[in-house]
């Protein structure tokens, strides 16, 4: 989730010139590994990158996003800011029906922006809503009407309160309120205490996404960013263990944006699983029968990983420079019959090349967590072409000719040492709505 929010956040930018990754989530993948160097290699941004992790608090995104600002107005080049977050929820607890899986991603730097920045103001209190001890799947939460009370009701106004004595903004200039929120009317009532216009309430998206965790401040910017005018004032609220709040004007420069998926576009691709034990199967939430099939030790080869990270996670493939064939995986000889020039090829990017479906498998026999498993041969429209498993495919979707987009996924995870292994899908690309954000 985090490599596509950033692959949309960079449509249209030159990403040799981002400087750094800094990557937020409090459910990283590894936690003795820098999750922010796979975004790195999966975007195919340049070696001498600063990347690190944000991890153990809600508002690590937005924490983060201050640093980054503070940096840009440093006169560091540009950061790339993603958050994402997939939080596990046990079987039927209210957690289950609020939360859901998202990611965000912004470009922080200066020049011609979409949002300027403002002023922010922060504050740090060991209030604890929830939490997840060390060794624990899902987390502890607390009851609703302290959290309200003592937490949202007290902290953020606080935080809002120092915002606004830092600056001449005052609060019914906002035009645009984003603050996450489970707990009915909270938000609401924040803006109305602090003196901010009713209609300022951004919907929290919980109805389409539910709420993302630590990314969801930055999914409703984005979202607030798809619909605001030159001019209007944005202020995003992130809560945890005290509180951030951060303002921003919108520029005319948002009309100048290039087209990209975005929150709507996002949402309008999205393939619905209406079964929930699907759903629990996928999340590892019941014990299933797996079959003889699935019984192979998936351990990965971490010598192996790395020779061909290249390849295997930045989905690098190979040009010829005498003939200027294209061709996937890269090789030392060219695959063009009319040239089989030895030691020619230059790397060549394949992941944003727009592919098709030549010949494709449903198949039944080899084991799938959502059968059948869907692969075949995709041919890419610059030339090239590589046998890769399907995502987000079903019989209604996938044909010959059928236009698909490569996307970066789960591959295998080895549950014998914890180890997930990413690779990259071919999806079908469809005519999902675009939005500019």
Excluded at 100 to 129: C, E, H, M, Q, Y
Aim: net charge neutral; with cysteine.
């Amino acid at each position: 989730m985090a490599v596509e929010a950033a692959r949309d956040c960079l449509t249209g930018q030159d990403r040799g010139k981002v400087a750094s990754v800094a990557f937020a989530s409090t459910t990283l993948p590894f936690e003795d590994r820098l999750n922010a160097g796979i975004i790195c290699e999966a975007l195919n941004l340049k070696a001498n990158i600063n990347a690190q992790d944000l991890t153990a608090s809600q508002r690590a995104a937005t924490s983060g996003l201050i640093t980054a600002l503070q940096m840009a107005r440093g006169g560091a080049g540009p950061v790339l800011m993603v958050a994402a977050e997939k939080r596990r929820t046990r079987t039927a607890s209210p957690l289950e029906l609020q939360t859901g899986d998202g990611a965000a991603a912004l470009l922080v730097g200066s020049g011609p922006v979409v949002a300027k920045f403002i002023a922010s103001a922060s504050r740090t209190v060991d209030f604890v809503d929830h939490f997840r001890g060390e060794g624990f799947e899902f987390d502890y939460t607390w009851e609703e009407r302290w959290i309200r009370d003592e937490g949202y009701n007290k902290i953020v106004p606080a935080a809002l309160d120092d915002l606004f004595k830092s600056t001449d903004v005052k609060p019914a200039d906002i035009a645009h309120f984003a603050m996450p929120c489970v707990l009915a009317r909270v938000a609401a009532g924040i803006a109305k205490k602090a003196g901010m216009p009713e209609t300022a309430v951004r919907d929290n998206l919980h109805a389409v996404c539910g709420e993302t965790g630590a990314a969801h401040p930055l999914v409703m910017l984005a979202d607030a960013l798809e619909k605001a005018k030159p001019g209007d004032k944005i202020l995003v609220v992130g809560f945890g263990q005290g509180c951030d709040a951060l303002l921003f004007e919108a520029t005319e420069n948002l009309a100048k944006l290039s087209p990209r998926l975005g929150v709507k576009g996002h949402l309008a691709r999205r393939k619905e699983e209406t079964n929930y034990n699907k759903y629990l199967s996928f999340n590892d939430l019941v014990a299933i029968e797996r079959g003889m099939r699935a019984d192979v030790d998936k351990a990965t080869p971490l010598s192996s990983l790395y020779r061909n990270r290249r390849m295997l996670t930045g989905f690098i493939g190979g040009e010829c420079k005498k003939c200027g064939t294209l061709q996937f995986p890269k090789s030392n000889v060219c695959v063009n019959p009319n040239c089989n020039a030895f030691h020619t090829q230059e790397d060549a990017p394949f992941a944003d090349t727009p592919a098709k479906v030549q010949s494709y498998t449903a198949d039944r026999l080899t084991y799938s967590p959502d059968p059948p498993h869907y692969y075949g041969m995709v041919v890419f429209e610059q030339g090239g072409r590589t046998m890769i498993d399907f995502t987000d495919a079903d019989a209604e979707t996938v044909d010959v000719a059928a236009p698909m987009r490569m996307m970066f996924r789960i591959k295998e995870y080895d549950s014998n040492r914890g180890f997930t292994r990413y690779y990259w899908k071919a999806a079908p690309a469809g005519k999902p709505a675009q939005a500019k954000a």
